[in-house]
Each structure stands twice: as C-alpha cells, then as structure tokens.
C-alpha cells in the first residue's frame, strides 16, 4: 500500500461508532434531521435560499437582479397581495419575431381611507421587423420613441431610450429579406386606482434610463441568439447615458418661438415643450398641452445610419414640395423629409402637425446647425 492510499475503516469500530439499539437509531436519525434543518433554516435567513431565481424576457432578466420591477420593492408593502408573473413568446430562427411581458398585479384595501386599491402594471418587449406600411411604422417608431424626453442609446447603438422604455435597431444582419430592420422595444405602463373613481398612470421602475438602457439590450442580446444573427461580441452599454438638455418648459405666449427654433410657433400659450437630444445623430422635440398633455407637435431630425434605416422604403420619390431638396412625403398625422447634408443622409420628422411650415423651420434648422444647405426652400417656414 503506497503512503498516499486510505487505510480501509475496520468494521468493528464502525459498529461501534453506532448505536446498536432501535431506540438509538432513531435518535440518531432525528439528530441528523435536525442538523440538515438547522443548516437549511441558517441558510434561508441569511437569504442564500438555494431556490432558483425566476427569469423574465426568454431569460434576459433575473428577479431581483437589480430594477424595482424584478425585485419585492415593486409590491411595496403589501407584497402578500401582489403577484408577478411572466408570459413569453421566444423568436426562433424560424419565426423570428417574439415578445414577453413581466406583469405586476396587487389589490389590497388602503390603510388610509379604507378604498379599495388596485395597481396593474406591465414591461413589455416586442421583438421583430419594422412594419411594412408606412402609417404603422412612422406610429410605432416616431410617436413611441422619437418624443422630447427620448436620449440616443450610448456606446453608439443605435436606438433611444428614457425611463419607461426605449428601441434598439439591431445590426444589418438580423434585416428581413425585403431589408427591413429588426428591432427590439421595451416600454412600461402601468395604472393606479383607488376607489370608484380615481385612477392615474403608474409605470412599473425600470431603475432610470440607464438601467431601461441595459435591460433593453440584453433583451435584444437573447433574441438575437434565439434568431441566429447575433454579432461575434453581444451588445453592451458601458457609457454614461445622455443627459436631455433641460426639463420641459412652458409657452407663455401665442408667439414665442417652440423647440428652440426661431420662426417654429403654434399660435398658442397653452402647451409646454421638452427639448430633447440635440446631436449630430439625434435631435427631438415635443410639444404638449400643459394641463392636459395632449400633443401639439412632434420633431426628430435623425442621421444614425441603423437608426435612420428604419425609414427606408416609406419616403418617397419625390420633394415635398416645389423647391424643396430631397424626397419625403406629408400626410395627415405624419410628415417626413430625407436629404443629403453634410455628406450624409438626413431624416427630419414631423408628428401630430400636418403645416409644412413647420416642418420647413426645424428642417432648415437642423440643416444650418449640422452646416449644410437648407432643406426647405427660403420662405417656405412664413
């Protein structure tokens, strides 16, 4: 037998080591019972629990990995009436198009008054191409993610974000094959009731724009994965997010000028105006009712290349209008301009106000502030 070999155990000194009667054997056993126990509770109150975490979005997310939504604080302090549940459809490389959605449900009565409160809240992705028609896909992508309060996503992605959601445009290799891009969403909604009659916007916290910035890709990394056009190295945000410029502000009067562009007015003093990012990639603008938040004017000029492609195919052949560089198209709820400035190509959106005037005015705005020719032609903004 070498030095480094175990010596078997003698049997009579395993017999001894335990007992010989009944009775003792099942004092051992209870002892062992009670010993895995004390571990297990030790364990549990030191919350390392090994139960398996639950995992969100074709498992990009893991519970309490971090935002308010995955973790107990999004119940508040009736976590005994709340759920969280998820529900999913994964891309395949077959179908690639997919969703999942992180529901937030609680109903309790209020400590305060007595009402009976009800909180429904949701985290929704959408993985998928662009629609083909342009109406749904100026909606999809310009009312729902190019507003005031929208940032470039960083690290140079191309995409934007805010607190509540954001849109990522993955790379050329992930395209259809008619060449729409693929994107991926993420937007949160939520609603607060209290009694018969009170009831208000309650989103679910994404923990910032940042963090909405990260969940985001790493929902995108998953589908892409599920899809099979994944780049060689997965998508990271590893930068600072973009700061907007300034909180919204309100119009005080019918002839100020809105966006920060002279000669752009609405005729009103009833609204308030975000200023959004102002880059050579991204600039957004939005105007709302200062009390009512019902939308006056949306403005986005955008020149990222992946984030621009996603109006490919819907601009038109043809100017705007006579005099008027480029083509574009101006319809009644949406209007946009494509032209080359500066050697490169230009997208300059209009939401919610059908006046090329005001379209013409922040065109030709963003042109000058890019250092290149005007858009429209001059006096076309009077």
């Known amino acids: 037998m070498s030095e480094t ?100 449900d609680s109903d309790y009565k209020s400590r305060y008054d007595g009402e009976e409160v009800s909180v429904d809240q949701r985290v929704s992705v959408e993985y998928g191409p662009v629609p083909k028609a342009a109406e749904a896909r100026l909606s999809m992508v310009q009312d729902r993610f190019l507003g005031g309060d929208m940032v470039p996503l960083p690290d140079g992605l191309p995409g934007t974000v805010n607190g509540r959601g954001g849109l990522l445009v993955l790379p050329k290799s992930c395209d259809t094959d008619d060449g729409r891009p693929t994107v991926v969403t993420l937007e949160a909604t939520g609603r607060y009731s209290s009694g018969p009659s009170y009831t208000r916007n309650d989103p679910p916290d994404l923990g ?120 574009g198209l101006i319809g009644e709820k949406h209007a946009l301009v494509r032209a080359d400035c500066a050697g490169r190509p230009v997208t300059v959106l209009m939401g919610v106000s059908a006046d090329p005037d005001h379209l013409a005015a922040f065109a030709n705005a963003a042109a000058a502030r890019l250092g290149c020719a005007p858009i429209a032609p001059k006096g076309a903004a009077r």
């Open 208 to 327: 910032g724009t940042r963090e909405a910035a990260v969940l985001l890709v790493a929902a995108a990394n998953r589908g892409m994965a599920a899809t099979g056009c994944a780049p060689d190295e997965p998508l990271r945000i590893s930068s600072p997010v973009y700061d907007l410029p300034g909180n919204s502000e309100f119009v005080f009067s019918a002839s100020d000028d809105v966006c920060g562009v002279r000669g752009l007015r609405l005729g009103t003093e009833d609204v308030e105006e975000q200023i959004g990012a102002v880059t050579r990639d991204l600039q957004t603008c939005s105007v709302r009712g200062d009390r009512d938040d019902v939308p006056y004017l949306d403005l986005a000029m955008v020149a990222q290349p992946r984030l621009a492609a996603v109006f490919n195919g819907i601009v038109g052949e043809r100017p705007v209008a006579r005099g008027w560089r480029g083509t």
């Open 5 to 104: 070999d175990e010596a078997p155990v003698a049997p009579g000194r395993l017999r001894r080591a335990l007992p010989h009667s009944r009775r003792g054997r099942l004092l051992l056993i209870s002892a062992l019972v009670l010993a895995v126990a004390g571990t297990a509770l030790g364990t549990w109150a030191a919350d390392t629990w090994p139960w398996p975490k639950d995992r969100y979005c074709w498992g990009a997310w893991e519970e309490d990995s971090g935002p308010g939504f995955l973790g107990e604080e999004a119940f508040g302090d009736h976590d005994d009436d709340g759920s969280r549940t998820g529900r999913e459809t994964a891309p395949t490389r077959e179908r690639p198009t997919g969703s999942c959605e992180v529901a937030i």
